[in-house]
């Protein structure tokens, strides 16, 4: 049995032509060179859709320079989570952000009476203008962050947000006691400063508010 | 013929969804928790100079299709309409000098003489506000509006763009200035005559000095 299969095969081989063994040699070759090009050049293939997420550059434009001179003796630097809620049919939306900010506690050599410094041989009295509140704003709102979003919000509801945050900064942090720390702290500041200069006796006052 | 066509296709647009950048599942942590956090810092700084300063931030939201066939580049803006935004943004800066480690060696007597030896100036970012009457916003019938989200991270950009815009602002020469004209009047009160008064600062600041002299809350708010 098997010398037949043998021999069927040595006539078979001896007999075909060339020609028939080289079209289905040709046809694989093709094939093989033609999946690996299509392979290497599809290799880095990709496709995403894509949004810009960057604003565009715009100048920064100065609008005022002002000359001051505020002495800070106490900072504070608070962050507040404020939310707003709003009912509906169809279900509430509900907006929370974070808010910072640092309110800056010290005097403002403005405000000094005239003669707020008198020097003698070697003792210095100093007056000091009340400890207050140095910026009216003191929110950083561009670090702001969005905490939670359920339907749609106005710019309106945003400054409301931005109102609710700055009056519970100024309620947590313009404490008695923080006012008192402020002031004691630029009692030993200015005593500080004042002995450095060559004063042995050094006094330092606040002026009422 | 036309099946091995289709297969050919079919292979390609296999081959385009391998894609080389896997896109893992990111969990986004904010580094706040959800409560107030309180502090307060004992501190002996002089401010001279306060800048107001104002910028519109801008962006046009524009949808595209990106990517890369037979290893060409291609990038095509999608027909579903635009969406853009201004936000007007004003910054409050103050330049300061510190005195918590002033010492007598910052100061030098000769006679009626008084030299004072000022530490380097800082710059900080107090305070922003954005102008939220004066937004405007366009946003077409087929997109979504600005999410909160994406308010305040064009926001945090403006900001940050505000910071790099610090150094070619030339603030510290102003501060330098006006902290002199803070301080004389100060000195003259001890008895000094004007002329005998002498503020002078560590050295000159170059552009690399600016930026180190940008207060660092500022720099770490940027972020």
């Not at chain 1, 093989?32 to 990709?46: A, F, G, P, R, T």
């Not at chain 1, 995403?48 to 900072?75: C, H, M």
């Not at chain 1, 947000?161 to 700055?166: E, G, P, S, W």
């Not at chain 2, 060696?105 to 008084?114: E, L, Q």
């Amino acid at each position: 049995m098997e010398n037949k299969t043998l021999r069927y095969l040595k006539y078979f081989f001896s007999h075909s032509s060339k020609t028939f063994w080289l079209l289905p040699t040709t046809l694989l070759t093709i094939s093989i060179l033609l999946i690996i090009s299509l392979y290497l050049l599809n290799k880095d293939n990709s496709i995403t859709i894509s949004q810009n997420k960057n604003i565009e550059i715009t100048p920064t434009q100065i609008r005022s320079i002002e000359d001051i001179g505020e002495w800070e003796f106490l900072a504070i630097s608070d962050e507040e989570l404020v939310d707003t809620l709003r009912k509906g049919f169809f279900g509430d939306s509900e907006l929370v952000r974070i808010y910072y900010g640092t309110l800056r506690l010290g005097i403002n050599l403005r405000e000094a009476q005239p003669g707020w410094i008198r020097a003698g041989q070697d003792t210095i009295v100093a007056t000091l203008p009340p400890i207050k509140l140095l910026d009216k704003d003191f929110i950083d709102e561009a670090k702001t962050r969005s905490f939670y979003e359920s339907g749609s919000w106005n710019e309106q509801a945003r400054e409301q947000l931005y109102q609710k945050a700055y009056n519970a900064m100024l309620r947590r942090c313009m404490t008695p006691s923080n006012i008192k720390s402020a002031q004691e702290n630029a009692g030993r500041q200015f005593y500080h400063l004042l002995t450095s200069m060559g004063y042995d006796h050094v006094k330092i006052r606040f002026q009422n508010r | 013929m036309k099946n091995i066509a289709y297969m050919i296709f079919l292979a390609i647009l296999l081959m385009s969804c391998g894609d080389k950048e896997k896109t893992a599942a990111k969990s986004y942590q904010l580094d706040t928790i959800p409560m107030m956090v309180l502090q307060i810092q004992k501190t002996s700084r002089l401010y001279t100079t306060e800048y107001h300063l104002h910028k519109i931030i801008t962006h046009n939201d524009v949808k595209s299709i990106t990517g890369k066939i037979f290893n060409q580049s291609f990038h095509i803006d999608l027909p579903v309409g635009k969406r853009k935004i201004a936000i007007p943004l004003d910054a409050t800066l103050k330049a300061y000098v510190d005195f918590s480690n002033f010492t007598s060696k910052n100061i030098k007597k000769a006679g009626k003489k008084i030299e004072i030896i000022l530490p380097d100036p800082h710059i900080v970012l107090t305070s922003t506000k954005i102008n939220h009457q004066e937004v405007k916003q366009y946003v077409a019938i087929t997109r979504s509006n600005f999410t909160d989200e994406e308010l305040t991270s064009f926001e945090n950009q403006g900001r940050t763009a505000i910071i790099k815009d610090i150094p070619s602002l030339d603030m510290i020469g102003i501060a330098k200035e006006n902290a002199a004209k803070t301080l004389i009047p100060f000195i003259k009160q001890m008895g000094y005559a004007e002329e005998d008064i002498t503020i002078t600062f560590r050295k000159q600041f170059n552009l690399n000095d600016i930026e180190k002299l940008i207060d660092k809350t500022t720099i770490e708010n940027g972020k």
